[in-house]
C-alpha cells in the first residue's frame, strides 16, 4: 500500500491568509482562511499595501491553527506548497517568504503553484472521482479563462478576457449601481428578485475569447441615462444573464471541438448561483457532467493550492530557495 503524501497549502496571492493541510490531493485535513473582506469594503477594493500588512499579521497564527486542526506536526508534511502568481505581488510574497522559511527550516521540498491552477484542483476535492481530461472555464475577479485541461500538470488556453475579467465585472457594475464591494454576491441576490428586461450587449470573437467591457459599459450609461428610473433587480438579472450567455456560449463551442463529455467551473465567480444553475441545465441538455467546487472552495483558499501542489509534487516539480512571485505568471508556466 503506498504511503499517504501530505502537502500543506499556503495562499496569499490576494485579500485571503489561508493555510491548509490536504492528504493525497483530494482530502483536506484543515483549511484555514482568514479573510480581509470587512477591512477592504470601505475602499470599494482591496488596497494592496493594506493586504500585504494584514497578511503578515496573519500568516503565523493561520499556519498554527491549520496544522492543529489536522492533527499533525510539520514534520509530518511531505510538501509544502505556495501561490507565488499570478496576484499582487506583496501580498504573494508573505506567502511565498514563509513557505520558503518552512522549507529550509524542515529540509521538506518546496512546490511553487499558479493560482490559477489552483483554482482548477479545488474540483479534485469536491469530486475525488473527476479526471482529465475536461474542459474548465476559470473565472474569478482577476481571470477569466476556458482551459483545456489534458493532464492535472498540462494545460491549454483556449480562450480568455480581452479587457475586465468576469469578477472585476461584477465589482465594478455593483459600484456603478451603488451596491458595494465585492458585487458578485450582492448582484447575484439582488438577480433572485428581478427579470432579464434590459437589453445588454454580448461581444463574441472568432475565436473563444471574452470581453466585459462593453456590457460593463453599457450598465454605465443606463444608470447615466435613466438613473432612479432603473429597477436595480431587473438590471442585476440582465448583467447576470448576459455575462453568462458568452461564458457558456464560448464554452460549449470549445466542448464540440474538443468532443468533449466533462466540463468544470472554477474561481470566485463560480458561486454565482445563476452561472451554476445554467451550466447544470446545460449539461442536461447536452449530455455532459458538470462539476464545480463547493462554495468555501470557490474564493481563494489553500486547500486549493496543496491539491495542485500535490499533483506538482508527483511530477517531480521542485521549487529552489530562490523561488519569487510573479504577479503577472501565466498559466502553464513553471517556477517564472
Avoid: W
Avoid at 226 to 253: Q, R, W, Y
Amino acid at each position: 500500500m503506498s504511503k499517504d503524501i501530505l502537502c500543506l497549502g499556503i495562499e496569499s496571492s490576494c485579500d485571503e491568509t489561508s493555510v491548509a493541510v490536504v492528504k493525497n490531493g483530494r482530502e483536506v485535513l484543515s483549511n484555514i482562511i482568514a479573510t480581509q473582506i470587512d477591512i477592504h469594503k470601505k475602499y470599494g477594493g482591496v488596497v494592496p499595501e493594506i493586504a500585504s500588512r494584514n497578511h503578515v499579521e496573519n500568516i503565523t497564527y493561520v499556519v498554527k491553527e491549520a496544522l492543529e486542526k489536522a492533527s499533525v506536526s510539520l514534520l509530518d508534511i511531505d510538501a509544502i506548497c505556495c501561490t507565488y502568481g499570478p496576484g499582487l505581488v506583496g501580498a504573494l510574497l508573505v506567502g511565498v517568504s514563509t513557505a520558503k522559511a518552512m522549507a529550509y527550516a524542515t529540509h521538506k521540498p518546496l512546490v511553487g503553484v499558479n493560482h490559477i491552477e489552483g483554482h482548477i484542483a479545488a474540483n479534485y476535492i469536491t469530486h475525488p472521482e473527476l479526471e482529465p481530461p475536461y474542459l474548465c472555464l476559470v473565472v474569478s475577479g482577476g481571470h477569466s479563462h476556458l482551459v483545456y485541461v489534458k493532464d492535472y500538470t498540462e494545460f491549454e488556453i483556449l480562450g480568455k478576457t480581452r479587457d475586465d475579467a468576469v469578477g472585476e465585472a461584477f465589482d465594478k457594475v455593483s459600484r456603478t449601481i451603488g451596491l458595494g464591494y465585492p458585487g458578485g454576491p450582492i448582484i447575484d441576490k439582488l438577480a433572485k428578485e428581478g427579470e432579464p428586461t434590459y437589453h445588454l450587449p454580448r461581444t463574441y470573437f472568432e475565436n473563444l475569447d471574452f470581453s466585459f467591457s462593453g456590457i460593463k459599459t453599457a450598465v454605465i450609461n443606463l444608470m447615466h441615462k435613466e438613473g432612479d428610473k432603473i429597477h436595480i433587480p431587473n438590471l442585476c438579472a440582465s448583467f447576470e444573464e448576459a455575462v453568462t450567455d458568452v461564458l457558456l456560449e464560448n464554452a460549449m463551442k470549445a466542448i464540440h471541438e474538443l468532443k468533449l463529455d466533462k466540463i468544470a467551473v472554477a474561481g470566485g465567480v463560480s458561486a454565482n448561483s445563476y452561472l451554476r444553475e445554467r451550466m447544470k441545465k446545460l449539461g442536461e441538455e447536452n449530455h455532459l457532467k458538470v462539476y464545480y467546487p463547493e462554495l468555501i472552495l470557490c474564493t481563494d483558499n489553500a486547500a486549493m493550492i496543496a491539491s495542485a501542489g500535490y499533483f506538482n509534487y508527483l511530477k517531480g516539480e521542485r521549487a529552489g530557495l530562490d523561488l519569487n512571485a510573479v504577479p503577472n505568471l501565466k498559466i502553464g508556466t513553471r517556477f517564472g
